[in-house]
């Protein structure tokens, strides 16, 4: 339990529009990148015309968020939900994080998160979001409870579940970024049980920050601090997480990579696609993965021209391997 709760770290995404929120989904295929602070961050302004400024970030893994409608198995799992969000970490491709969302004319909620061997089913209390648009000062706030499965075992779980438009301003992130924002925040506190013998076996307490642009009406950056106490498995562990929006922005050239540099054309394609690597280097394997996060073909090639003829249409993750040893993913779209 200890690993796995720590998946909530990041509650999907959202839209903006001016010091408004409005919807909960970010444009599809988004990529975020990691964030790895050297000194600690300041988030506590809020109110208006709030100034956050963000430095010494070092960039990470890649996540990139997908949308589908739910399978017959996911509603009858998560009842009403309407979209699933899929976020995949393009350097492991495989058990993506998976967030349950419910849109209706009264408002917007989660039904349900799915990670690895771990699910939270917020099926007897959603957690309500809000009815959208959102606008600065909103607060909504409200109870939560379901049930959770973790390696086979089955529990309970109850608590409180608040979001809030509850800041905007300008943030700045290094020296290339700086942008006017709304930011929302979620509050979640659970308490987890598996009854009857043994009740409030752990505790998650959890605070996320959305920026989102007032122009592009994306989210540009997120943030996540999730505490998880378990008494009875010894467990006091506290995990951030840093995600900045690098499909609509940009970090400083001292932060490419062989993976940033490396180029897929066409791209979307209809029957192949050429891996184009600088400093010499070729494909020597590669595995594709779909939205999903499913292994659809696997190879070894020494040259960098991939057939992706029998492929169905849909955004796939190419995970490639290098002459000299280098791992690293790119997306690509089949026609």
């Not at 963000?54 to 960039?59: A, E, S, V, Y």
């Not at 013998?197 to 989102?212: A, K, S």
């Not at 006091?236 to 970090?251: A, G, I, K, M, R």
Request: contains cysteine.
């Amino acid at each position: 339990m200890k690993t796995k709760l720590l998946i909530l770290a990041c509650l999907c995404t959202i839209f903006s529009f001016g010091q408004t929120v409005s919807t909960y989904q970010s444009t599809p295929n988004t990529n975020f990148t990691i964030l790895t602070p050297t000194t600690g961050i300041d988030q506590s302004a809020t109110g208006a015309n709030a100034n956050w400024t963000f430095n010494n970030l070092t960039p990470g893994n890649t996540y990139v968020d997908t949308y589908t409608t739910p399978t017959a198995t996911q509603l009858t799992t998560y009842p009403g939900t309407t979209n699933v969000l899929t976020i995949i970490n393009e350097a492991v491709t495989s058990n993506p994080n998976q967030f349950f969302i419910a849109e209706s004319d009264t408002g917007t909620a989660i039904t349900g998160i799915s990670q690895g061997d771990i699910q939270l089913n917020y099926d007897t209390e959603n957690a309500f979001i809000g009815l959208f648009p959102m606008s600065f000062e909103t607060n909504n706030s409200g109870p939560v409870s379901g049930s959770f499965t973790y390696q086979g075992n089955n529990g309970t779980f109850t608590g409180t579940f608040s979001a809030s438009i509850e800041a905007y301003g300008t943030l700045t992130i290094g020296t290339t970024y700086s942008e006017t924002v709304t930011r929302m925040r979620i509050d979640q506190n659970l308490s987890f049980s598996i009854p009857p013998t043994f009740n409030d076996i752990g505790t998650l307490t959890q605070t996320v920050y959305y920026y989102f642009n007032n122009t592009t009406n994306n989210m540009d950056f997120r943030f996540s601090n999730t505490n998880v106490v378990s008494t009875i498995l010894n467990i006091n562990q506290t995990s951030e997480s840093f995600e900045f929006n690098t499909t609509d922005n940009t970090l400083s050239s001292k932060d490419f990579n062989l993976a940033a540099l490396t180029k897929l054309y066409p791209n979307p394609a209809q029957n192949a696609i050429r891996v184009n690597i600088p400093n010499n280097e070729t494909v020597k394997s590669f595995l594709i993965y779909d939205n999903q996060g499913r292994i659809v073909s696997t190879r070894s090639e020494h040259h960098n021209n991939i057939d992706i003829s029998n492929l169905n249409t849909g955004l796939y993750f190419l995970n490639i391997q290098t002459n000299s040893g280098k791992v690293f993913n790119k997306k690509f779209v089949k026609n």
